[in-house]
Structure formats: structure tokens, C-alpha cells
């Protein structure tokens, strides 16, 4: 039967697609294309009559994974049925009222408090079974400790990480393959860290969106009423307007014409009857509630034709395959090109010069390729890396494959690495853009990084070329001469070893003192001897220095830099006044008393149970259900693996 076959097609690819999106944090297809898919599935399932047990139409989600202590919820959360035609959120209302608001594109968290303070966090995980993330959502940006409130409540909301944190994140990683795809990804990962200080980094942000019954609370019998008693009480409510079926459709215009101007991702609207007690009678399918309904933003396409694909080459020698297209009108502003991120999504569209092709912004913001129309597939995959000529090898990655240049001295990875060398956490060179540098290597003014310290002879040259000037050539001179005084941690940074972040660096500078001599030769048993490095960043330190042109490279820089130590603040008493308690296997300590001796001499003090008074829990199974464990949850106390505490002893975290 070709229809079954279909379904069973269909309900693989949709279940592989959002196990990678839930579980793995990473996407398999765009939001477009899951919708069209699961709309063909739904039709054929009512076409047929036969749906699959483990059909993406009747199961929500699937099983958590990760190392977070599992919690079952007290009722499934159900996921929303949902429309892309605004009459059909009028017809839904019909003579009602309703509170249309964002459907927010991040990691849906349920917080309880217990006697005015938060008591626990819970990710929605699969609707059933969600993760329990406590000590992380206390680090949120925007929600409250304690409230006035004194019973027992329940509050559901999405955690977010705007755009502008999220671009701020993305700019701070040097490797661009490194970076984030996008804001909820970024979020999912966010919040689920078992180490609770990333998720304080990252300013994760909360909005409220429903309040579970309070009989004793007194509570009007209207959704709108609530979002403004859960502000009263501190938390940000998510955006909303009252709408009636005859207003709806003004309503979400409004809401369209402001998504270019948010700083926080979404994905739709949510429109929910204002009534909660007639929301509530109306009961649930096996999948939906049928109280709300989520409205997905019908992209807007536009067909153009393909001009081009420009393969863009990065520091790391990975060569992204980017569509340029006829200039099309979407959303309001001018769209010519969309990323097709690897080699696997390039020959799934069977792409061609000249090929009509349909393109959207996804969520209204990032252009994406929709659908070829023509499908000709005369696109080649270039056989020679457009910046240095090498030859190029297709790798085997995580979400299929992708193109390297294998040349080590590829232009484009050199013109990377000078940019990252001169960067503001490297050696901080202002006036270096990569325009200018692009320039410099190609009237060979420079070959490698140190030769940024022997301009002078090129002076004439430079003041003479386009946008240059005597003015501009002393302002960068000034620049390049104050960096040469230096810290080291700052040089072994602005190399651009794999692997090696600015923290990193500065750990490893810590561990030797500060003794080149020591770095570059230490070995990679060493190396992971530093809290912190692992096996991967330790061979790739290693690998660098055993480079002979690595190790000329840094030869000539040492001639040209001078050293000065890196401010680090005395640590002697860094526990003063903090309360802990051991628990658990050790592994840095013969046994709990040395680590105990440790502790009191940083001006801290060991107790033998946990009580209100603890600070800190010390358990190397962070996520154990132990009856001590249990007892610094319910309490609110933070709990420390043995490598958190060193880390934090060694000066490279924090308690906050």
C-alpha cells in the first residue's frame, strides 16, 4: 500500500528530526519543512485511518537523556494544535475572549515555590518526564527568589536567550564553526549545564505564560487577570493583548510588525481562551489541549532565481556553501543570499545555476532556502579550495558532510588567523580589519603574524594605499607598539590553537607560572593534570608546539614582545564564612579529612549534616538522589562537584 509506506516514511524522518532537535540540540530540517511534512502525515493518517504507535501525532517529545535528575510531572504537558490562517483563530474564538500572545522559540522550564521561595525548576523534557535544573534557574536573569505569595505555586514559562546575548556569545568564539546556530539551541544547552555558573554567564531570561490554579489565592476566573497577579508578584509575564474574533486579525498584524525589532526569539502566537474555567471544561485530545492554540507565521516566499554558490572558507579550513540569489523583497527589507550550511543540504536541494528557487525567512528573520523548483543538480563541489587553490576533501560530520581545504597554509585560514591574533582578547591591534589585513598579505607586507611588528620598512607603501593614510598608519603603529607589552596568557590565545580559548590559556599560564619554556614543552599527561583540559584540548596543545613552524613562528614573536605578570587576586581566604559539607567518593583527596583541612585553612568550615545554615554541598554525584542531596535541593543549596571546588580554590571560578 503506497500510502502506508508514506506514513511509515514520513513518521521515521519527523521522529529522527525531532529527536535531534529535543534530545541533541541540533536540526535536521527547518521549521518549515517539519511543518509541511507533519501536515502531509496528518492528512494521510485521516485519509487512511491508520496512525502509527509511534506516530509524532499522537507522542510528545522523547525520553530525556541527559545526566539531569529526572522528574515526572503531575500531568502531561501536552503540546498545542495549531493553524497558519488567521480566520481560523477567529473561528476558533468565535463569540469569546481570548489572550493572544508570543509563542516564545526556547526551552519551556515549570518553577514551584514553596512558602514564598523557589523550591524547584523542571524542563518539560518529553511532556511527562522533564529535568530538574533548580540550581540553574536560580541564576536566570529576571526571575524572583522569594515572592510575597506564601502557598504552594506553580508557574510554567519559556527561558530565553535573546539575540543580543546570543550574538554577543557567537562573537566572543574566534572559530566559527564553533559558533551557535541559534538562540534556542544555545538555550537547551544553556539550561541544562550541570555546572550551574555557564548558565549564569549566558543571562538566560524567563517569561511566565500560565499560572496553575490557586483555589486560596483567590484568583479571577480570566487568563489575562493572572498574567497581571504573576507581575505582581515579580515575574516577567509573557507579551499579550486581549483579542475578540472580530479583532484577532488587527492583533496578530500588530505582533508581526514588531518581530524585527525584538530582541528575543519566537517562533508563533498563542491564543487562549480568557475564560479558564469554560478553557478548562473543554478538556484535552490525546495530543492538544483544546483551551489554547498556537498560530505558526505563514512564511512569506518569494521565487528567484540562483546566481551563484559562493563557498566560503573559515580559519578551521571548513568551506560553507552559501545560495546568491536575485535580490527578493521579504519581510520588509532585501534578501540575495541564505546560508546552505554543508555539502548534505547543497545536494539535497540538487541545486544549479539558474534554478528557480522559493525562499522564506524563517520565524521572519533568517533567510532560508525553501524549495528548488527547477532541480537541475549541475552544481559541483569544488575539487580546489576557492582562497589557496589546495585540494578540497569532503569529511564526514555530526549532521552529514561537509568541504575542507587540506591545505595547512590555506590564505584563508592565514587571513583568519591574523584577524583572531589581533582581536581585542588576543593582542588587541585596533585598526587591523580583515579588509586591511586581506590587503597587507597581498602586497606582502606580511607573511606571518610577527611580521605585523616589522611594518616600517613598508611605510610609503601603506600610507599610499586606498583608506590609508599617514594618520591612520601612526594610529595603528601606536597600537601594534602597546601590545607588545603583553601577558603571556594573551600570546598563547591569539595563536589560534585549536582548542584554546582565552580562559584556557590563562589556566595553563596559572598551572606553569607563567613559564614559557615550560608550556611549550609540557606534555599532554601534563596538561590534563589542570582542571579543566581534557584529552582533545591536551593533544591539540601539544600538536601545535611539536609544528616546526608553530615553533619559528613563536621564536620571532618572543623577539618582538615583552612579558608582564597577569594581576591574580590572593585566594588565602577565599571561604570566609562559608559553611560546607562533604558527602560522597573522593577523587583529587586521600579522604574527607584532608579535603576538610583544605577547606578550613581558605577560612571555611566543615559540618557533618546539611541544615539551613550550609553554604554548600560537596558531592561528585551532582545529580544523586541521596538523602543529602534531597535535603540541599529541598533547601535551596547549591551543590559543588569536587572538580567545582578546586577550580574555584585555583582562582578560575566563582560562588556567585
Known sequence: MEQLERIKELVKCLNDAARAYYQEDRELMSNREYDALYDELTALEKETGITLANSPTVHVGYEVVSELEKQVH???????????????????????????????????????????????????????????????????????????????????????????????????????????????????????????????QRNVHFFAFHLVDLPDAGLPNSVAARFQWLATMGFDVVEYEMVTGATVREAVQGFASRIQGND???????????????????????????????????????????????????????????????????????????????????????MGIGDEISVYKA???IPQVAENLTKSGTITIPKHCPACGAPTEIRQIKDGKALYCTNEYCSAKKRKLFSHFVSRNAMNIEGLSEATIEKFLEEGFIEDVYDLYRLEPYRMQIVTLEGFGEKSYDNLQTSIAASRQTTLSRLLYGLGIMNIGAATAKLICRHFQDDLTAIVSASAEELMEIEGIGEVTAESFVAYF?????????????KELTF?????????????????????????????????????????????????????????????????????????????????????????????
Open 546 to 558: 611539536e609544528n616546526e613552524d608553530n615553533q619559528r613562528r613563536v621564536r620571532e614573536l618572543l
Open 74 to 200: 503531575p500531568a502531561p504537558m501536552l503540546s498545542l494544535d495549531k493553524t497558519k490562517e488567521v480566520d481560523a483563530l477567529a473561528e476558533w474564538l468565535g463569540d469569546r475572549q481570548g489572550v493572544l500572545s508570543w509563542k516564545m522559540d526556547g526551552l519551556t522550564v515549570v518553577l514551584t515555590y514553596r512558602d514564598g521561595r523557589l523550591s524547584q525548576a523542571v524542563t518539560r523534557g518529553d511532556g511527562e518526564v522533564g529535568e530538574v535544573i533548580t540550581n540553574n534557574a536560580r541564576t536566570f536573569r529576571n526571575i524572583p527568589d522569594q515572592i510575597p505569595y506564601k502557598g504552594e505555586l506553580t508557574v510554567r514559562g519559556e527561558a530565553v536567550i535573546k539575540y543580543s546575548d546570543f550574538e554577543a556569545i557567537n562573537a566572543s568564539i574566534e572559530d566559527v564553526d564553533a559558533r551557535y546556530k541559534n538562540p534556542r539551541n544555545l538555550c537547551s544547552g544553556t539550561v541544562r549545564q550541570l555546572n550551574s555558573r555557564i548558565t549564569a
Open 564 to 656: 608582564e605578570q597577569e594581576t591574580r587576586e590572593p585566594q588565602s581566604r577565599i571561604l570566609e564564612g562559608m559553611q560546607f559539607v562533604i558527602t560522597g567518593t573522593l577523587e583529587h583527596f586521600a579522604n574527607r579529612d584532608e579535603l576538610k583541612d583544605l577547606i578550613e585553612q581558605k577560612g571555611g568550615k566543615v559540618t557533618g549534616s546539611v541544615t539551613s545554615k550550609t553554604n554548600y554541598l560537596i558531592n561528585n554525584d551532582v545529580t544523586s538522589s541521596s538523602s543529602k542531596n534531597k535535603k540541599a535541593r529541598e533547601l535551596g543549596i547549591p551543590i559543588l562537584s569536587e572538580d567545582e571546588l578546586i577550580r574555584i580554590l585555583n582562582g578560575e571560578g566563582s560562588y556567585e
Open 363 to 365: 520565524n521572519m528573520i
Open 264 to 350: 528575543f526569539p519566537s517562533d508563533g502566537l498563542v491564543l487562549i481562551y480568557d475564560d479558564v474555567a469554560y478553557g478548562n471544561s473543554l478538556g484535552v485530545t490525546a495530543k492538544f489541549p483544546r483551551n489554547a492554540i498556537a498560530f505558526k507565521w505563514a512564511d512569506e516566499l518569494a521565487v528567484t532565481h540562483l546566481r551563484e554558490i559562493e563557498w566560503s572558507p573559515s580559519r578551521t579550513g571548513l568551506i560553507n556553501p552559501v545560495a546568491v540569489f536575485d535580490p527578493v523583497e521579504l519581510e520588509g527589507t532585501s534578501v540575495s543570499r541564505a546560508s546552505l550550511h554543508n555539502v548534505s543540504i547543497l545536494e539535497s536541494f540538487e
